[in-house]
């Protein structure tokens, strides 16, 4: 699972380079926003080495061009334009080979109009539905898509895709994350400007955090052996920064900072796959928590008979 975080995501191709040396492979991919490019360029049939060119060529310039139609600012929605993206997208990417790739994909975007979470398949997958996935609120522009509907980035709603995963059948799953924040124990911020950056850090992790604590509960009721027959037993690693990247280098898409964070995602993917995966994977306490609903249902069947309505 890929997670948004725009510039940072250079840090997901490095864990994915460990993976692909240690000839660990993916049945399928969700990702948010450059995490969700990302995986379509696996899918697509990059190999790492062209993955590593494509991030060299994502300057800020082919990512994002300012407005300068100042006398339109009340009616703006927008701060940026995203053409150069769209063009990068559809220069980069293959999506016929997407479409026949044997690794399924899920790419989340958020659908501006209802709120609710849109989920695009390999078959599905367009250059304008990438962008969608990749565009932030206020700083980009809402996609309009030839469904209709407008989209802007999933990661508005959930930058860490989890459950595209869970509905798609998933039995062990990767979080890789672009903040150490929720991967780890951090000392409190030391200045404004690391409460900021920790604060929409902290924003990120929300959904992450209910998403593993349903895959708890499905997991407690597959070991209690209840579960629907078609669910799974979920197993979750995590794999994240040991360094806290900053808030700008959400927006920051320098080669020389690609190429860092590529190493970094390396160095630690790595670390997960040749050292204990234990200190790595999220516990699953599901099972306490079926007890103590269970023990809460039985005080109101007791309570019950008793009661005027």
């Not at 061009?65 to 053409?83: C, I």
């Not at 996935?133 to 206020?138: A, E, G, L, N």
């Not at 930058?159 to 124990?185: D, F, K």
């Not at 924003?203 to 499905?218: C, S, T, V, W, Y």
Request: a negative charge; one cysteine or more; hydrophobic letters at 40%.
């Amino acid at each position: 699972m890929l997670s948004g975080g725009g510039g940072r995501g250079a840090y997901e191709l490095g864990v994915y380079k460990a993976f692909t040396e240690r000839h660990r492979t993916f049945d399928l991919i969700s990702g948010t926003s450059v995490g969700a490019i990302t995986a379509a360029g696996i899918a697509s049939g990059l190999t790492v080495d062209e993955l590593e060119g494509m991030w060299a060529r994502m300057h800020n310039f082919r990512v994002m061009q300012p407005r300068g139609d100042f006398w339109r600012l009340p009616s703006w929605t927008h701060l940026m334009y995203t053409k150069p993206l769209l063009e990068f997208l559809e220069r980069e990417i293959d999506y016929e080979a997407v479409k026949r790739s044997p690794i399924e994909i899920r790419v989340a975007a958020v659908d501006v109009g209802s709120g609710d979470l849109r989920v695009f398949t390999n078959m599905e997958l367009t250059p304008k539905r990438l962008l969608a996935s990749s565009s932030i609120p206020i700083l980009f522009p809402m996609v309009h898509d030839d469904d209709g509907r407008a989209y802007w980035d999933g990661g508005t709603v959930v930058n860490t895709p989890l459950q595209p995963a869970i509905e798609a059948g998933a039995t062990e799953i990767v979080c890789v994350l672009l903040s150490p924040v929720g991967a780890r124990p951090l000392e409190p911020p030391r200045n404004l400007w690391e409460a900021i950056s920790r604060t929409a850090d902290l924003r990120q992790m929300g959904n992450l955090k209910e998403d593993i604590k349903h895959a708890e509960f499905i997991n407690g009721l597959v070991d209690a052996g209840t579960a629907d027959p078609a669910w799974h037993h979920i197993d979750f690693h995590i794999v994240s920064p040991r360094e806290t990247l900053g808030l700008t280098t959400i927006l920051n898409f320098d080669s020389k900072l690609a190429r860092r964070l590529i190493d970094w995602g390396y160095r630690d993917g790595l670390e997960y796959l040749d050292g204990d995966r234990n200190e790595h994977r999220v516990e699953v306490r599901a099972r306490e928590e079926l007890a103590e609903a269970a023990e809460r249902e039985a005080r109101f069947w007791q309570i019950l008979p008793g009661t005027d309505f």
